[in-house]
């Protein structure tokens, strides 16, 4: 991802969430959400306090971001295990949901996890956002049990947390020839 990208990728955030989580989280929360808002908070969080996150996107063929994932260190050690990753976010313009975008992209952050060092990665997921959990699951994630909760707009909405382990990405001596 590159600063010029962040106005799409806060679209595609956006527009992500009012997609996915209506009817789980408050209504009055999602129409609250703007792009304008989001590219800002975006702009001051690129890239200097950023950290150790690491922000991929998707583009089509025009070269137009239309997906987003960002990972890093697991939040719940503080990055303490350092061989444990989080994806922070996954989205993909509600229009494209069910293409492979998505599948492609969570492919993207195992790669780049696993060439990082990591050996598993966590998420959280809200509880009831069966499509999601639906997703993760058929790519290895499964429940550890663990729960949290936010409150949105005076709504306590629980989240379950997901781990899987990653596959050794092992690199091949180039053949000779």
Known sequence: MTETDIPAVSAVRVSGWKAAYAGMIPQSYLDGMTVEADTALRRRQFPGSRGRMTDLVAVDSRDEVVGWA??????????????????????VHPSLTGSGIGRTLLGAVHAHAGNQGLDSMLLWVLRDNVTARRFYERAGYTSDGAVQSDDYDGLSVTEVRYHRALDRITQRPPVPR
């Open 70 to 91: 960002c990972l890093g260190p697991d939040r719940d050690t503080g990055g303490r295990e350092p061989a444990t990753g989080e994806l922070y976010a996954l989205y």
